[in-house]
C-alpha cells in the first residue's frame, strides 16, 4: 500500500536529485530553477496530504496527523533557509572554480538538515500512514498529481 506514496516520493526526489546536481556542477542559475521547481511539487505534495489524507488518519493511529503537519511546517522551514543561502550565491556569484567549488560545498551542507528530515518523514508515511488509511482514498488523493 506504500506504493502510492512512494510513487510521489520518487518524483519529487528526483526534481530534487537534479538540483543538487545542478549545484555540484557548480550551475547555480540552473540549480535555482530546479529547486523552484522542486518547492511548487512539495508544495503542491503537503497540500494534498494535509486537505485530502490527513483528515482521514484514523484513532489509534501509529502517529496522529498532528505529527506529520509539524514535519511538513518543519519541512518548509527548512526548504525556506535553504533558498536563502542558494539566493546568496545567486546574488554574488562565485568569480573562479575554487569559489563555485566552495559555493557549492556551502550549499551540500545547508541542504543535509533539510534532506534528513524528509527521509525520516517520508520513512514515516510509508511505513505508518500509507498502512493506515483507505487505499481509495489514496488512490483519489495521489490521482490529482500525474508522475510524469
Known sequence: MAQLFEEQHTRIEAILTA?????????????????????SALDEHIRIENDELLPHVP????????????????????????????????????????????ASLYLLDAIHALRHVIEHHHEREHTALAQELPLELQRQAWAQVPLA
Not at 538540483?19 to 521547481?37: N, Y
Open 59 to 102: 484513532e489509534g493511529a501509529r502517529w496522529a496527523a498532528k505529527v506529520y503537519r509539524l514535519e511538513h511546517d518543519r519541512i518548509a522551514l527548512l526548504a525556506d533557509e535553504y533558498v536563502q543561502r542558494l539566493q546568496l550565491v545567486l546574488d554574488k556569484p562565485p568569480v573562479d572554480a575554487l569559489a563555485r567549488r566552495r
Open 19 to 39: 538540483h543538487l546536481l545542478d549545484v555540484v556542477g557548480g550551475d547555480f542559475v540552473q540549480a535555482k530553477q530546479r529547486f523552484t521547481q522542486w518547492r
